[in-house]
């Protein structure tokens, strides 16, 4: 009896030592990777690490990553490490709803006007494309995108829109 009590006991304590050790571990890894730089692809429902998600009203939480529903909202681009990542994408998407509130579908054949980043003079053109379609925003004629440029501002379309740093 007096041996069986002993082996019991011995698991019971070397469970408990495996379990504190891991978990040491654990934090010995968090604390090492923590000046690294994580992608929101990094994240995993099991860690329950916390990420910015953002709303269609535009308002920023910070939320648990832990669910699927966590999973489709980075698969969709709605998640962030940051808030200053959310805040950022935020502004996108608002610079982003001005240029479609004035943009038509690309017609081939006929003169698209486009606006675009001339990195060499760091400033904001419009262009004509006709048979070319890059996936920007389309505009009617020269007058609307500058419009668009002017509503938008030169600065917030190069920060948000072109990615200028």
Sequence with gaps: ??????????????????????KEVKQMIKEANQ?????????????????????????????????????????IGNAFLTKEEAEFELERRRVEAILKKYSRSFKSGEFNYIVVYDTENNRILVCAAQFNNSGAPVFENKEIAQKVIDEIGEYRLKKHWFGVK
């Design 1 to 22: 009896m007096l041996i069986a009590d002993i082996e019991k006991y011995v698991i019971e304590r070397t469970e408990e030592f495996k379990k504190e050790l891991n």
């Design 35 to 75: 000046g690294q730089v994580k992608s929101i692809w990094d994240l995993k429902k099991e860690d329950g690490e916390d990420y910015y998600h953002l709303y269609s009203d535009g308002d920023i939480e910070q939320v648990v990553f832990y669910t699927d529903y966590d999973e489709s909202a980075r698969d």
